[in-house]
């Protein structure tokens, strides 16, 4: 079987992280995160994938390749103009042979493939939806079952006044390829809010897989940060690399950890990275390749991408730093700040409640004392 992964979306959501790396290339516990989804479906034996690209898509090409590294063929498509999540589907149908699958290219999840197509085949609809439960269907689609399991209506993004289940689309489908004809070509066409209404309109058969899997979208700060702490506190299967220095801690080649430096876990330090004394690096931390930091430096929390340095007694808890950061001397970053690579922040400012800091900025030292 083929699969299609939608990677074209700009992630505005997650800026300024996706304002240099487009979002299913953000790192996620210092891989590409399609590295997670290319997995999936190599694990279930679908090793013919279709990446629809249209935001920075030569950065897919260049790091994958044919795909042969990770032991699949991937196809690059990219679209002229961004065509909405079916055109993208749609602009590559001469690439689709049989019965296939879609992915939307955001979505971390461990379920298990061979049973949602197994499900399709023997429902016979025209396309299965995998469906998860959340606690707040409104920034999803909303999909509602009948006692078969078939699908009754597909609401995007509903107000709360529509939400009659916690079922939503997890965003993976299992669609059969003649259902492309009612799409047109060139076009900007939605699965949310046209091919699947439209379908249910003109009864065309489709149904839902509820399934109890490990799922995250990643495409918001929030959601960013905890699918780290979700792998970190094994909620999802992974292949930690490394050595396991301390419980659950583990260390990759090449990294300087101070013997007087306090690292608890979970907690991953990537390759090269330099630990000082009396830095305090704690629960629920990802440190990309080469990052420094500095004595009585306090982290919790924090996802750093490759290079970032942190200065002497900073603090930083729940807050994501992209590549190459540089963080000044007893400075204080929390509650789901994101900063954009290359950002400068001079000593003792303190920043929190979400701010995002744009790539390359320069925030000078603060004259506010705390
Ligand atoms: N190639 C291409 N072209 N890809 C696109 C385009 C496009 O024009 N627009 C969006 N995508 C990709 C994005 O890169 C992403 O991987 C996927 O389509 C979904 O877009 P999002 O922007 O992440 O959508 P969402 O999270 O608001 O909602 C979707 O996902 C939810 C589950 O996470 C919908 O499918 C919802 O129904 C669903 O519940
Ligand atoms: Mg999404």
């Not at 959501?13 to 516990?29: A, I």
């Not at 929030?222 to 292949?239: E, V």
């Not at 996802?303 to 540089?326: D, I, K, M, N, Y």
Request: hydrophobic share 40%; glycine share 10%; proline share 6%.
């Amino acid at each position: 079987m083929q699969a299609v992964i939608l990677v074209g979306g700009q992630g505005t959501r997650l800026r300024p992280l996706t304002l240099t790396v487009p979002k299913p290339m953000l790192p996620l516990m210092n891989r590409p995160f399609l590295e997670f989804q290319i997995e999936l479906c190599r694990r279930h034996g679908i090793k013919e994938i279709v990446l629809s690209t249209a935001y920075k898509p030569e950065v897919f090409s260049s790091y994958f390749g044919d795909g042969g590294g990770l032991g699949v063929k991937l196809t690059c498509v990219t679209e002229d103009e961004p065509l909405d999540t079916c055109g993208a589907v749609k602009n590559v149908e001469r690439h689709i042979t049989d019965t296939f699958l879609v992915f939307n290219g955001d979505v971390l999840t461990d379920i298990d493939l061979a049973s949602l197509i197994d499900f399709h085949r023997a429902k016979g609809g025209k396309a299965t939806l995998y469906l998860t439960r959340v606690e707040d269907p409104t920034a999803y689609g909303l999909v509602p079952l009948d006692r078969t399991g078939r699908i009754t209506e597909f609401l995007e993004k509903p107000s709360w006044d529509q939400v009659v289940t916690d079922l939503i689309n997890a965003g993976t489908y299992v669609l059969e390829p003649e259902l492309l004809e009612r799409v047109p070509e060139g076009e900007c066409f939605s699965f949310e809010r046209q091919l699947f209404p439209g379908m249910l309109e003109d009864g065309i058969p489709m149904y839902g897989f509820p399934s109890e899997a490990y799922w995250m979208d990643i495409g918001t700060p929030a959601k960013y940060l905890q699918a780290h702490y979700d792998i970190l506190r094994r909620m999802m299967p992974f292949d930690f690399r490394g050595e396991m220095i301390r419980p659950s801690v583990w260390a990759e080649e090449g990294s300087e950890i101070s013997p007087d430096a306090a690292i608890f876990g979970p907690t991953v330090i990537g390759p090269g990275c330099r630990i000082a004394a009396h830095a305090t690096v704690s629960s629920n931390c990802v440190l990309g390749p080469g990052c420094e930091i500095d004595e009585g430096a306090h982290l919790e929390g924090a996802v750093l991408h490759a290079e970032c340095r942190v200065g002497a007694e900073s603090v930083l808890r729940r807050c994501a730093l992209a590549a190459g950061v540089r963080v000044g001397e007893r400075v204080h970053i929390s509650e789901q700040a994101v900063l954009g690579g290359g950002v400068v922040v001079e000593e003792e400012n303190d920043l929190k409640c979400g701010i995002k800091v744009w790539p390359r900025a320069n925030i000078p030292a603060s004259t506010l004392h705390f």
